[in-house]
């Protein structure tokens, strides 16, 4: 008979070799002052074996983007991080990129069927945006200086381009995309018709997790 608190505990173990050394640990855990201590980390422990209770879609709550994997997926000048993604991560409403351009680096002349959202961190840099993207070709872009705290929003299918057109210091910012995953339409100029703009699907950075491709429907 032993006490935990107030209350008497019985314990009956069979006494083999083995259960009577596990007996006198369990005895000298409960008979002295670190019993709670004891079952606190033996919680901890076996919530540690099983990292799932910390993590949403396979992803771990709380993460350090630092660790996270980066790639310029071929275009020079790029840094790209996927921190919360559709096909990588399983998210279904939006997606959020970290990028970094180098000084001179841009995107290509594109479109997307999905609402875009850029909040620029540091740096300073050029957004071409054709508003009239809808005729048979995007046209002429206009101009906006985007810089350090601004912030950013592309209708869906209107044709633009990022630039970082700051020849001494990188553009970097947060962008976030609903609708994923992306599925891209390339120009090569602004006046490429839309029936001949490429599309990229799946987008560079979901390429190595994306499974089947099934055909995509033009909304323009």
């Known amino acids: 008979m032993a006490m935990l608190g107030d209350e ?3 314990l ?16 000298e855990k409960i008979m002295g002052s670190t019993w709670t201590s004891f079952l606190i980390t ?10 799932s209770l910390f993590e949403a879609n396979g992803v771990p ?11 310029n997926y071929g275009r ?8 919360a993604g559709s096909v990588m991560h ?13 000084p ?4 290509p002349i594109h479109r997307h069927s999905c609402e875009e959202i850029f909040v620029v961190l540091k740096g300073s840099g050029t957004l071409y945006l054709a508003s009239d993207s809808h005729k048979n070709y995007p046209g002429s872009p206009q101009q906006f200086p985007i810089f350090t705290n601004t912030t950013f929003h592309i209708p869906i299918n209107d044709a633009h381009q990022v630039w970082n057109t700051n020849e001494h210091e990188d553009l970097q910012f947060l962008v976030i995309i609903s609708r994923p995953p992306i599925k891209v339409f390339i120009y090569d100029d602004w006046y490429m018709p839309h029936t001949a703009a490429k599309l990229k699907f799946p987008y560079y950075w979901d390429e190595l997790s994306y499974g089947q491709t099934s055909p995509v429907k033009d909304e323009l």
């Open 90 to 102: 399983g998210f279904k409403e939006i997606e959020v990129w970290l990028q970094t351009f180098a």
């Open 12 to 27: 009956s173990l069979s006494l083999t070799p083995h259960t009577e050394i596990w007996r006198r640990v369990i005895l």
């Open 76 to 83: 020079l000048g790029l840094s790209h991080i996927t921190i």
């Open 8 to 10: 008497p505990v019985e």
């Open 104 to 107: 001179g680096a841009r995107t």
């Open 42 to 51: 033996l919680l901890l422990s076996v919530a540690a074996a099983d990292s």
């Open 61 to 71: 709550i709380v993460r350090n983007i630092s660790e996270i994997d980066q790639d």
